[in-house]
C-alpha cells in the first residue's frame, strides 16, 4: 500500500543516513586527532585507564629530571674526588722524600702548602644547584647528611611509592666547619728507665772501644773492652725486648670527627729507636718544616695520616661511583618504562590510521548510496500523483 503521508522507504533512507553521518563524523574525529578513544564517552574504561598511565608518565618524567639532577651533583663530587686524589698522592710522595736527612723540610712544606691551598679550592668549587658534598658545615641549621635523589615512581593497587638513592656526605665531605669531636690522644711506649740503662752502656762501649784503638791491645786492654761490649749487648737485646713490650702496651687514641682532610686521626710515628709515639694530626694543619733528624716520629706520624685519608677518600670515591652507577643504571630503567607506558596508551586509546582511512572511503560510499536510496523513496510519491492526472 502507496502512502502520501507515511514513506516507510523514505524515512528508512533517512534514517541510514543519518547514522552513516554519526559514523562519518567519529571517523573523521578519529583520523583528525589520531585517538580512537579521545573522552571519557568514548570508551570510559579506556579512557581512565590511560589517563592514570598519562599521570604516571608525567611523574616518571620528574623522576628522570630528578635523576639527571642527581647524577649531576654525583658527578661533581666525584671529579671534585678524584682531583684531591691526585694532590693527595703528591703530598704523599713528597713526605717520602722528606724522611732523607739532607732534604730541606720547609721547602717541601711551602709544595704542601700549596698543594693544600689547591685541594681546599677544588673542595669549595665542587657546588651544584647550591650543594656542596666536599665542603660542609654539619653545624647548620638546615644541614641533612643524607642526600636522597628521587629515583623510582610506582603504584600499585592505587598506592604510589617513591623511592630514593640515599648518598651520605658524611662519607663523602673533605672539610667540615664544625668539627664535632677532637682526637683522644693516645699514651706513647714508656721506655725511659731501660733508654737510660742503654744509652750509658752504649757511652761506656763507645769509651773503651777508643781506649782500645789507641792502647797497646794488651790482654787487660782488651779484657776491659769485652767486659764493655758484652754489659752493650745485654743492654741492647734488654731494650729492644723493652721496645717491643711498651709499644704493645702503648695505646692509639679515637679518631676525631669532621671532613676527611679536616679532622684530627689517631696514629703512632715510630722514633729513630723504633718506639711508638701517639700523635693526633689533622691533613689540612700538616707542618713538617721544624721537624730534626733526631726525631722523625712526627714526620713518619704524617706518613700514617696521608695513608689513612687518602684510604678514606678512594672509599668515598668508590661509593660516588657506585652511586653514579646506580643512578645511571635507574635513568635507562625510567626511560624504558616511559616508552613502555607509551606504548600501553597506544595501544588502548590510538587509532588505526590505516583501518579508519579505509572505514572513511567506505562509510563515504555508503553515504553516496543513501542519497540514492533517498531520492528514489522520495520518487515514489510522484508516481502516486501521475494516478490523479
Known amino acids: 500500500m502507496s502512502s502520501l503521508l507515511t514513506n516507510n522507504s523514505a524515512m528508512t533512507a533517512l534514517t541510514t543516513l543519518k547514522s552513516i553521518a554519526g559514523q562519518l563524523d567519529q571517523t573523521s574525529n578519529r583520523i583528525s586527532t589520531g585517538l580512537k578513544v579521545a573522552s571519557a564517552a568514548d ?19 620528574a623522576v628522570k ?5 642527581g647524577a649531576a651533583s654525583v658527578d661533581t663530587a666525584f671529579n671534585g674526588m678524584n682531583s684531591a686524589i691526585e694532590d693527595m698522592k703528591s703530598i704523599q710522595a713528597k713526605l717520602t722524600a722528606a724522611m732523607s736527612p739532607n732534604v730541606d723540610r720547609a721547602k717541601i712544606q711551602t709544595e704542601i702548602n700549596a698543594i693544600l691551598g ?3 679550592s677544588t673542595a669549595d668549587g665542587s657546588v651544584l644547584s647550591g650543594e656542596n658534598w666536599l665542603s660542609t658545615d654539619s653545624g647548620a641549621g638546615n644541614y641533612v647528611s643524607d642526600r636522597k635523589i628521587v629515583a623510582a615512581f610506582s603504584r600499585v593497587d592505587g598506592a604510589i611509592t617513591i623511592d630514593t638513592v640515599n648518598v651520605s656526605v658524611d662519607s663523602t665531605k673533605l672539610y667540615d666547619k664544625t668539627t664535632t669531636a677532637s682526637a683522644t690522644a693516645g699514651t706513647d711506649a714508656d721506655i725511659t728507665a731501660d733508654k737510660t740503662t742503654f744509652d750509658a752502656a752504649k757511652t761506656q762501649w763507645v769509651a773503651d772501644q777508643a781506649t782500645w784503638e789507641a792502647s797497646t791491645k794488651d790482654a787487660t786492654a782488651k779484657g776491659v773492652y769485652d767486659t764493655a761490649k758484652t754489659t752493650f749487648d745485654t743492654a741492647k737485646t734488654t731494650y729492644s725486648t723493652a721496645i717491643d713490650t711498651a709499644n704493645k702496651a702503648a695505646v692509639k687514641g679515637a679518631d676525631g670527627e669532621g671532613g676527611i682532610l679536616n679532622k684530627e686521626w689517631a696514629v703512632f710515628g ?37 695513608d689513612k685519608a687518602l684510604g678514606a677518600m678512594t672509599d668515598a670515591a ?7 652507577t646506580q643512578i645511571t643504571s635507574q635513568t635507562t630503567f625510567v626511560e624504558s ?12 586509546v590510538d587509532a588505526d590510521m590505516e583501518e579508519e582511512s579505509t ?11 543513501g542519497v540514492q536510496s533517498l531520492s528514489i523513496a522520495n520518487g515514489n510519491t ?8
Not at 700523635?279 to 713518619?300: C, F, G, P, T, W
Request: net charge positive; aromatic share 6%.
Open 118 to 120: 689547591k685541594m681546599k
Open 43 to 61: 570508551n570510559a574504561a579506556y579512557w581512565s585507564i590511560a589517563t592514570t598511565i598519562r599521570a604516571d608518565n608525567g611523574s616518571l618524567g
Open 65 to 69: 629530571d630528578a635523576l639527571g639532577l
Open 359 to 369: 572505514r572513511l572511503k567506505a562509510l563515504q560510499v555508503q553515504q553516496q548510496l
Open 318 to 324: 668508590t661509593t660516588l661511583g657506585a652511586n653514579k
Open 270 to 306: 715510630k722514633d729513630e729507636d723504633g718506639a711508638y709515639k701517639a700523635y693526633e694530626l689533622s691533613v689540612d694543619k700538616l707542618d713538617i718544616s721544624a721537624i730534626q733528624n733526631q726525631d722523625l716520629s712526627k714526620l713518619r706520624a704524617y706518613v700514617a695520616v696521608v
Open 337 to 348: 618504562l616511559i616508552k613502555s607506558n607509551e606504548r600501553s596508551i597506544g595501544a588502548l
Open 382 to 389: 510522484q508516481g502516486i500523483l501521475s494516478l490523479f492526472r
